[in-house]
């Protein structure tokens, strides 16, 4: 279920992600109307671990409640892309069929080599998600 009723809503959760998460020391996130019922979240969270997210949301709201139309989300440590998600669909790869269009791009062949999502969403924030993915991977790593 969508938290999110407005767009307003979705601007006052973004803008105050480093107050959720004080492991973020730097965000360049802006939140930029393109018509009446259209937005694009763009931007970078920089982390304390090094690590950066690239993000890039299409947004609507008018049907009621703000949705997700698409996005790309990619993880970077120094100059290296580590991963990537994006809602491009796939319907010929049926490995992604259970969390179609939502997969992510991993090494060894990082453009080809996809693996579903099953923690994205069009009807959730992703945020949330990717920056905790982050921290568990460096728990892990």
Sequence with gaps: MNPFQSLRDYERFVY?????????IRSTLVIARRGRLFAELSGEIILASGHRLVIYERLTWDT??????????????GGE???????QPHPDDPTLASTAPHHKHVPPDIKHHRIPAPGLSFTSPNLTFL???????LLQG
């Design 16 to 24: 105050t992600l480093q107050q959720l998460f004080p492991q973020i």
């Design 64 to 77: 009621g409640p703000l949705n997700l139309e698409g996005y790309s989300y990619e993880v970077w440590h």
């Design 81 to 87: 892309k580590l991963y990537w998600y994006d809602s």
């Design 131 to 137: 920056i905790r993915e982050i921290e568990t991977a």
